[in-house]
């Protein structure tokens, strides 16, 4: 069977089905090499120039990404934040943007300070009333709308659909940070997305050892190739050992996610209607906000990604978390290790998360010594 026929849980297994021509290896070398020989012409007949533009060891990662997502391309970046910013650095003075007042924290601030100092008009609608963003758009003004969904730390979840309508109706883009969802459970281009965008540093690479982004485009088109330039012009690329290791990762990214996720429903359900728990804040619980959304766009589970606010307050929550002993405190995810945050002394003043909220990244663990550890945690309190 030919790569075009099979599923992508095959060929993310397979590393694209990589058997190297000249030594029969099933694992792909590592291209450290930074130039290419040139031909006689002076043409480049392998198509590689430079390793600020390309690289072999980034092209296989590559190509997995973009049949992972269902997309015509596919970037990696050297850390989530550059593949999120690259986007943004295509605009020019007197564009606008739209994005939500609940996303990762970083993005955030960066938009803010990046648009004030370009002329660049920046509008946030409330997560809570994701249709108000149809007031924040303008026609032939508006470049970029940007979701995350599931958002972090509240795991509200935006309708892709709506927002792809919303966002070429007036002439946008709209992109996606699906970091949280990952395409095993979410494939926003097949919502109508026109990029999507990840931490590769999460779930794609899964073991916490490696800072990484992706972009990936629906349209291989002008636009593109600007972001494209974006990356080439300011070195923003993995080096080869990582982009190798991303690529080694993402072979078990179906069996990871989808691990997580069992483990986080489990949690999720089992401490639903804890007397120490004030709520569970999880996209697979009926009882979320954003569940009917999920249910729409979020396929075999609905992540490992699940955040409790703890009855009593921050300074319980702060005890919970400081009592654990198998789940670790330490902020990202993503990885087969669990980790808990408290995210509103993270992110610090302004911060829209409350106080009581406690962030957990549900890794691949027996659920039995988890669950063990979350209650002995709270019966601490
Ligand atoms: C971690 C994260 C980012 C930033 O990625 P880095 O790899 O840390 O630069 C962006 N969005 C989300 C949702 C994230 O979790």
């Not at 924290?105 to 370009?118: G, H, K, S």
């Amino acid at each position: 069977m030919r790569n075009n026929d099979l599923k992508p849980e095959t060929l993310a297994a397979q590393a694209m089905g990589y058997v190297d021509e000249t030594t029969g290896a099933v694992t792909p070398p590592i291209h450290l090499a930074t130039t290419y020989e040139r031909a006689p012409d002076n043409s480049y007949p392998k198509g590689y120039v430079y390793t600020r533009s390309e690289n072999p060891t980034y092209g296989l990662a590559e190509d997995l990404l973009a049949r992972l997502e269902n997309g015509a391309g596919a970037l990696i970046f050297s850390a989530g934040m550059s593949a999120a910013v690259a986007p943004f650095m295509t605009l020019r003075p007197g564009d606008h943007v739209v994005a939500p007042t609940v996303m990762y924290w970083a993005l955030r601030n960066w938009l803010l300070d990046f648009t004030a100092q370009w002329g660049i008009g920046l509008d946030f609608f409330d997560v809570n009333e994701p249709e108000s963003a149809a007031d924040l758009v303008q026609e032939g003004k508006t470049k970029i709308v940007w979701i995350e969904t599931p958002a972090n730390p509240l795991w509200d979840c935006l309708d892709i659909a709506w927002f792809a309508q919303l966002a070429h109706g007036a002439g946008a883009r709209l992109c996606v940070d699906s970091t949280a969802a990952t395409p095993v459970i979410t494939r926003p281009i097949e919502h109508g997305a026109d990029l999507v965008m990840h931490s590769a540093t999460k779930y794609l690479n899964g073991h916490s050892d490696v800072l990484g982004g992706a972009l990936i485009a629906a349209k291989a088109d002008d636009w593109w190739g600007e972001i494209r330039r974006v990356r080439t012009d300011h070195g923003m690329v993995m080096g080869p050992f990582e982009a190798w290791l991303l690529l080694r990762g993402m072979r078990t990214l179906h069996l990871r996610v989808r691990k997580a996720s069992e483990n986080a429903q489990a949690i999720a359900e089992h401490f639903h209607n804890h007397p120490k728990i004030g709520s569970v804040l999880y996209p697979g619980l009926p009882t979320h906000i954003g569940h009917d959304v999920a249910l729409r766009q979020m396929e075999g589970g609905f992540g490992g990604m699940l955040s409790l606010r703890i009855a009593g307050g921050e300074a319980a929550a702060v005890k919970v978390a400081a009592n654990l002993e198998v789940i670790h405190r330490a902020t990202s995810l993503g990885g087969v290790e669990s980790l808990v945050e408290h995210r509103a002394s993270i992110e610090g003043k302004g911060t829209p998360v409350p106080d009581d909220l406690l962030r957990f990244s549900i890794g691949i663990e027996d659920l039995g010594d988890l669950i063990q550890d979350l209650e002995q945690a709270l019966n601490t309190l």
